[in-house]
């Protein structure tokens, strides 16, 4: 009789873990795709909308144009979940025309909105080359107005943001540099290794960041065949590997955060490393990847930090983005955004 208790209790155990998607039991019986996917529903979560409903059109603060809401556009349609994604770059698209009409441009300081709008309108199926309009009707060219051919006083104003994603935005959908372009990769590329530190970290001026260095890590991935670069990416790998924490996790300005990690995962998986099983990137049992689990909801979502009692939706983003790298290493492809093959 106690046996058979035992048993039930056993079983019990098992079945709760299973259903609050979090520990390793649970990721040892599904695919980094069913996390993905679980992943996904728990952004729907944090807009308070149903498994069944569309997230990307008629939801309140829900808007194309927008930081959380481009990333999550981009990563639901990754997973291939049904979604509004016509509606969405048809709202992006309209909310582009308005800006250039009124300012010009998207920003008058920050590059990246430009690189991260590339990057959605590319993953949903658009041509960032022609995306949105003038007053007189002609096309606008994101990529030019955005990277190459800048159209404010330097692509690296903002920091190393501004070279790091506009390699990631030309390289999400292979967008060829045309000759006498004020910038190409290579001038990219040099610019941003150039800022390397001595210990082989990236940051906002002298300060080391980890999540500045593993998002450089990333957007040089495809550049490791220059010794010079790769040199550069092994310094950078030896950085994160020496500052991950005991537990598995990482630190960004004093606070343990899911984003770093999931960062972390990003430029591992990019630089062919399996967040999973390389010994660097283990400490006492734990990896950086199970350390990601630490931040989850039993709803999908993830956190910003361990003491945060819901999930937050840029966090969430991050965990897709972590989870779309590791999916594409897994299918021998470089880093979360590969959308031109």
């Given at each position: 009789m106690k046996n058979m208790f035992y048993k039930?209790?056993?079983?019990?155990?098992a079945l709760s873990l299973l259903l609050c998607g979090c520990g390793n039991e649970r990721r040892e019986e599904n695919t980094v795709y069913d996390i993905a996917m679980n992943t996904a529903l728990g952004q729907k979560n944090v807009f308070g909308v149903k498994d069944s409903e569309n997230l990307l059109s008629g939801?309140?603060?829900?808007?194309?144009?927008?930081?959380?809401?481009?990333?999550?556009?981009?990563?639901?349609?990754?997973?291939?979940?049904?979604?509004?994604?016509?509606?969405f770059l048809e709202d992006l698209e309209e909310k582009i025309t308005e800006e250039y009409a009124s300012e010009g441009e998207l920003d008058p300081t920050k590059a990246t909105e430009?690189?991260?709008?590339?990057l959605v309108v590319t993953a949903l199926g658009g041509?960032?080359?022609?995306?949105?309009?003038?007053?007189?009707?002609?096309?606008?060219?994101?990529?030019?107005?955005?990277?190459?051919?800048?159209?404010?006083?330097?692509?690296?104003n903002q920091g190393i943001n501004g070279y790091i994603y506009a390699l990631l935005a030309l390289d999400c959908g292979g967008y060829e540099i045309p000759e006498g372009s004020r910038y190409t990769r290579e001038s990219i590329v040099a610019a941003l290794a150039a800022e390397q530190h001595e210990d082989g970290s990236f940051g906002f001026g002298e300060r080391s960041d980890v999540d500045m260095t593993a998002m450089a890590l990333h957007s040089l991935a495809p550049y490791s065949g220059d010794p010079e670069i790769k040199a550069a990416i092994d310094a950078g790998i030896k950085f994160l590997s020496e500052e991950q924490n005991g537990d598995g996790s990482y630190t960004s300005m004093d606070i343990k955060t899911s984003e770093s990690i999931s960062q972390v995962i990003i430029a591992l998986c990019a630089n062919g490393i399996d967040p999973r099983t390389d010994e660097r990137f283990i400490k006492h049992g734990t990896s950086v990847y199970d350390a990601l689990f630490d931040f989850r909801k039993a709803d999908g979502s993830f956190s910003h930090t361990l003491e945060d009692e819901k999930g937050d939706a840029l966090?969430?983003?991050?965990?897709?983005?972590?989870?779309?790298?590791?999916?594409n290493f897994e299918n021998g492809k470089s880093g979360a955004f590969v959308f031109n093959d």
């Open positions: 039930i209790a056993a079983v019990c155990l939801v309140k603060g829900f808007s194309a144009g927008t930081a959380v809401c481009d990333w999550t556009a981009m990563a639901f349609k990754e997973f291939g979940i049904e979604d509004n994604y016509d509606g430009w690189h991260r709008t590339i041509d960032a080359t022609a995306f949105g309009s003038y007053p007189d009707g002609t096309k606008i060219n994101l990529v030019a107005d955005g990277i190459y051919n800048y159209i404010n006083e330097d692509l690296g966090a969430t983003d991050q965990a897709m983005m972590a989870m779309m790298a590791l999916i």
